[in-house]
C-alpha cells in the first residue's frame, strides 16, 4: 500500500511539473506576453530550474530549449525514482530508461493538450470572456483548427475538442504501451 501512494504522489507531482515546464516552452512558441498571469504563474513555479539552465541553453528559433531540456531531466528523474520504487536497480537498464523518460515527456505533453481543452471548453460555455481564453485559444488553436475544417458545426456546437480528445487518447495508449514494453511497468 506504501509504494502505491509514492508512487501516486511521485506520479502526480512530477506530472505537474513536467507538464508545467512543457506550458512554458510551448507560451513563449506561441508568444504569449510574459506579463500574462498564466505566463507568470508558469515562471514563478519553473525558474528554479529554467533559469539556469539558460545559462548554458539558449533558445534558438523562438523555442524554449531550457525548458524542453528542463522537462527532460524532470522525467529523467521521475523515471528512475519509479524504477527504483519497483526495486529494479535503476542504472542497470540506464539507456533504456532514458528512452522512456523522453516518452514520458511526450505522455506529459499529451496529456497538458487534453487538459488546455478541457479548460478552454469549458470557459467557452461558462465564462466566454474569461481573461484566461485568449491564452487558452493561442495555445489550442494550432491542434483544434485543422480538425474544426474537416467536421462540420452541428448547430453551433463545435465538435473538434471531442475529436482531438480521441486521437490525443490513442496517442497516450501508444506512448504508454511503448512504456510498458520497455519498462514492464507503466509511467
Known amino acids: ?18 507538464a508545467a515546464l512543457l506550458l512554458r516552452a510551448w507560451l513563449q512558441f506561441v508568444r504569449v506576453p510574459a ?21 548554458i541553453i ?5 523555442i524554449d530549449w531550457a525548458s524542453i531540456v528542463a522537462a527532460l531531466i524532470a522525467a529523467v528523474v521521475y523515471v528512475l525514482l519509479a524504477v527504483w ?3 529494479i536497480d535503476p542504472f542497470g537498464a540506464l539507456p ?20 488546455l481543452t478541457i479548460l478552454m471548453a469549458l470557459l467557452s460555455w461558462l465564462n ?14 494550432p491542434f483544434l483548427n485543422p ?15 471531442i475529436l482531438l ?11 504508454t504501451r511503448a512504456a510498458v514494453s520497455l519498462t514492464l511497468f507503466g509511467i
Not at 506504501?2 to 511521485?10: H, K, N, T, V
Not at 539558449?58 to 523562438?62: A, E, W
Open 85 to 87: 520504487l519497483a526495486g
Open 96 to 115: 533504456t530508461l532514458v528512452v522512456v523518460a523522453v516518452l514520458t515527456v511526450v505522455k506529459w505533453a499529451l496529456n497538458l493538450l487534453i487538459w
Open 128 to 141: 466566454p470572456n474569461s481573461p484566461a481564453m485568449p491564452v487558452l485559444f493561442e495555445l489550442t488553436a
Open 147 to 161: 480538425l474544426r475544417r474537416i467536421l462540420p458545426q452541428l448547430g453551433g456546437l463545435d465538435l473538434s475538442p
Open 58 to 62: 539558449p533558445g534558438f528559433r523562438g
Open 165 to 175: 480528445f480521441v486521437i490525443v487518447q490513442v496517442l497516450l495508449m501508444v506512448v
Open 1 to 18: 500500500m506504501f509504494g502505491d501512494i509514492a508512487r501516486f504522489l511521485l506520479s502526480t507531482i512530477f506530472t505537474l511539473f513536467g
Open 35 to 55: 506579463y500574462n498571469a498564466v505566463s507568470h504563474a508558469v515562471q514563478q513555479v519553473t525558474n528554479w530550474l529554467v533559469l539556469p539552465l539558460r545559462r
